[in-house]
């Protein structure tokens, strides 16, 4: 063994560990943990408006269902093969992951959520011997507690631990648990795995690393990493010190503040009234405002657009955007409303024969800054004790009883939604946020 390998092999059994956890199948395991009769049979969970397949099961994934797959496309196969399809119900899922990560905070306290369906842990300060039991003791708790299967993957770095997460789901002898801190392991793993399934290997990627003739993991950890920044930048470079146990990434434990946020959503069906597209900019204004009042946000202009499809063929198309300027920063729903709406006027036109027929609409902020010392305005300042009142009883009754609970009357009621509200015609109930929804036992 070379004096280089040596010292990494060194490195890779006694510096950091890092665990990546993430659910199988994380939105469809969700559903079926309320429904045992899904167990072993083909599962697909859809995006916004039931539009494509963005989660599936191994079964569903064996009948040749691709990620992204358009519904309408693979409709009758579904009926046909007996795929059971449910449309996104993110409310159960979020709820589902703050669980799963409150049980991976019992283990360690440093966690980053990555995602909804992924988090790392730091277990550095585990004892080598004792990093195998310990992930799958936290993998069997997750189980037992969730019904959320999980794997895990541990390396002395992310791009290790992800690595490692990938071939514990590919490797069912490994029992879910891959450890990459083991220098035997990670002798035996990295020589045997494509390139293309690194973390941050896209297709194109994958083809500048081929034709340098990278072909396995090893072969990037093992090359000179010049050639690999010049085609890949200081990504690939960055890519190959981590895979040789170096740490460039450290974890993000605290998240960084928001700096913009955006409501967007596309219609359910096509929207060609104004009073429909003010009811909808409307309602994407009130969820502004819940999400920078949860982080004690606010912003001083928002942008609000609307356009066609197209997708619709033959149709006129038109998209608009335009910026709102407010008197100073605020997170309050009722000033937020006026503004988006004053976009609308702004912008809207009556429409022709044929008449533009809108698919999305939507609102984006940026710049967004601590409401608490932000900058008051000199003329049209806003009362904000009054409305730090009036928006926390909103947002108590919202979260007592269910989003949308209470809303703003230009938002539009329940029934004058349907037109564009977004579809979820196949939604499962939101078992552990509802009280009226919750699963019901018979006798």
Known sequence: MSGTAARRRDRIGSGRAIALIDGNSFYCSCERVFDPKLARVPVIVLSNNDGCAIARTAEAKALGIKMGA????????????????????????????????????????????????????????????????????????????????????????????????????????????????????????LCRISVGELWGVGRASLAKLEALGIDTVADLRDIDPRPVRKALTVVGERMIHELRGVSCLGLDLVPARRKGCAVTRSFSGRVTERVELEQAVAAHATRLGEKLRREGLATSQVTVFYHTSEHDRGEPMR?????????????????????????????????????????????????????????????????????????????????RWGRGTVVPARAGLERQRRGWATKFEMRTPRYTTRVDELPTVHA
């Open 70 to 189: 358009p519904y309408f496309q693979i409709r009758e196969m579904c009926q046909r093969q007996g795929v059971r399809v449910f449309s996104s119900n993110y409310t159960l899922y979020g709820d589902m992951s703050a669980r799963i990560n409150a049980i991976y905070r019992d283990a360690t306290p440093d966690v980053e959520v990555y995602s909804i369906d992924e988090s790392f842990l730091d277990l550095t300060a585990v004892t080598r011997r004792d990093r195998v039991a310990l992930a799958r003791d936290i993998r069997a708790t997750v189980r037992a507690w969730t019904g959320i299967p999980t794997c895990v993957g541990l390396g002395p770095t992310k791009t290790l631990a992800k690595l490692a997460n990938h071939i514990a789901k590919s490797v069912p002898e490994l029992g879910g648990v891959c450890d990459l801190t083991d220098p035997q392991a990670y002798d035996h793993w």
């Open 319 to 399: 998209s608009v955007s335009t910026v709102v300027t407010l008197p100073e920063a605020t997170n309050d729903t009722l000033a937020l409303i006026p503004a988006a709406l004053h976009g609308v006027a702004r912008t809207w036109r009556e429409p022709g024969d044929p008449p533009w027929r809108y698919s999305k609409a939507g609102i984006v902020t940026t710049d967004l800054v601590p409401l608490a010392g932000s900058q008051r305005a000199l003329i049209g300042r806003l009362d904000r004790e009054r409305s730090a009142s009036l928006m926390g009883a909103l947002d108590a009754c919202n979260a």
